[in-house]
C-alpha cells in the first residue's frame, strides 16, 4: 500500500498553545486531504477536506479558525491545532487520497494530543 | 444518513480461540463495505474489503461476508493469534462519499 506519514505521534502542550500536525504522501500526490479525530472508544469523526491550493471544507460543528488546515502541496498537509485546550485532547489521523472518493484510502499513523 | 453499528468490547480472548465481531450499517444507498484494522500506535489498515452482496472478504485468515439482506458484514477469524490484538473498525462507502466509520472494537488475545 501507500505510505502515508504523520508526525508527530505524540504531542503534549499547554492549554493556549498551538499544535501542528503534519502529513505526508510518500509516494503518491495527494490531490485531497481527509482529517478525523478520535475520541476515547469512539469512532473515527470526518473534521475537514481539503484540496490541494483550495480553502478546506470543514463539518459541521468543527471551528475553523481553530482547526487550520493548509494543503499547499500535493504531499504534504498539515493541521494547527490553535489555542488548544483541554477538550481538543483526541487522537487525529490523516488520510490522503490520489484519486476519486472510489480510490483506496490510506490513513497516517495518528496523532495522540494531551493538553494540559 | 448512513452508519454503522459494532459490537461494544473490550474482546479479550485466549490464544487460538475463534472470533466473531458483529457488524451491521443503514446505508441510503449500495455501499461497499470495510474491515479496518489499527494496532497500538499505528494508522487504520485495509484488513478487507466487499463491494457487493454475497461477496466474501479475506485476508490474513480473517473473513466477512456481506449480507444485504441482514445489513451486516462480520468478521470472523477461525484461531486467533496474539499478534490479532488491536482495534478493529467495521466502516461503509457510497460511491462518491466518504467513509462512514463504526466506533471500533478493541481485540486482546491473551497467549
Known amino acids: 500500500g501507500a505510505v502515508v506519514s504523520q508526525h508527530p505521534s505524540r504531542v503534549i502542550c499547554k492549554s493556549g498553545t498551538s499544535v501542528k500536525i503534519e502529513c505526508r504522501s510518500l509516494?503518491?500526490?495527494?490531490?485531497?486531504m481527509f482529517w478525523y479525530r478520535q475520541f476515547p472508544k469512539q469512532s473515527l469523526m470526518l473534521m475537514a477536506t481539503?484540496?490541494?491550493?483550495?480553502?478546506?471544507?470543514?463539518e459541521q460543528g468543527v471551528e475553523k479558525d481553530k482547526f487550520l488546515i493548509n494543503h499547499a502541496s500535493l504531499t504534504l498537509s498539515t493541521l494547527t491545532v490553535t489555542s488548544a485546550h483541554p477538550e481538543d485532547s483526541s487522537f487525529y489521523i490523516c488520510?490522503?487520497?490520489?484519486?476519486?472518493?472510489?480510490?483506496?484510502?490510506?490513513f497516517g499513523q495518528g496523532t495522540r494530543l494531551t493538553v494540559v | 444518513g448512513n452508519s454503522v453499528t459494532q459490537m461494544e468490547g473490550p474482546v479479550t480472548l485466549s490464544e487460538e480461540a475463534f472470533l466473531t465481531i458483529n457488524c451491521t450499517y443503514t446505508?441510503?444507498?449500495?455501499?461497499?463495505l470495510f474491515w479496518y484494522v489499527q494496532y497500538p500506535g499505528e494508522g487504520l489498515q485495509l484488513l478487507l474489503k466487499?463491494?457487493?452482496?454475497?461477496d466474501k472478504g479475506s485476508n490474513k485468515g480473517f473473513e466477512a461476508t456481506y449480507r444485504k439482506e441482514t445489513t451486516s458484514f462480520h468478521l470472523e477469524k477461525g484461531s486467533v493469534q496474539v499478534s490479532d490484538s488491536a482495534v478493529y473498525f467495521c466502516?461503509?462507502?457510497?460511491?462518491?462519499?466518504?467513509?462512514?466509520f463504526g466506533p471500533g472494537t478493541r481485540l486482546s488475545v491473551l497467549p
Open positions: 488520510s490522503p487520497l490520489g484519486g476519486d472518493l472510489n480510490t483506496e484510502a490510506f
Open positions: 509516494d503518491f500526490q495527494a490531490t485531497t
Open positions: 481539503s484540496n490541494e491550493g483550495s480553502k478546506a471544507t470543514y
Open positions: 446505508a441510503t444507498g449500495y455501499p461497499s
Open positions: 466487499a463491494t457487493k452482496a454475497d
Open positions: 466502516a461503509l462507502r457510497e460511491e462518491g462519499q466518504n467513509f462512514v
